[in-house]
């Protein structure tokens, strides 16, 4: 199963109206598959989202930051052997 190279929680600080990128390192053999992004249990649709983008390796860049977007951020990534999944929080000012 996947695993994340950063154990403990990661905090990010973004300023409303700029940008935002949650950072995730994943470790897997075979590669990951697919990662799932959710804000407080809800789960995102970056391609359905103009603001969200989904990059390389799964991390997350938020465009014009809101105080929307504060909160904590789950992602589950998943490959043949099994899944993971670690938490982000987002603080907005």
């Known amino acids: 199963a996947p695993q994340f190279s950063a154990g403990a ?3 990010v600080v ?3 109206h700029g940008g935002a990128r949650l950072p995730l390192a994943v470790l897997a053999h075979p590669p990951v598959e697919a990662c799932v992004w959710s ?4 789960a995102l649709r970056p391609e359905g989202s103009p603001r969200h983008r989904l990059l390389e390796g799964g991390a997350l860049d938020i465009a014009n930051v809101t105080r929307g977007d504060a909160g904590t951020y789950g ?3 998943h490959n043949a052997e099994g899944s993971a999944s670690t938490r982000l929080r ?3 000012h």
């Open 9 to 11: 929680e990661a905090l």
């Open 14 to 16: 973004a300023r409303e």
């Open 39 to 42: 804000l407080d249990g809800r």
């Open 75 to 77: 992602v589950r990534c």
């Open 90 to 92: 987002l603080l907005v």
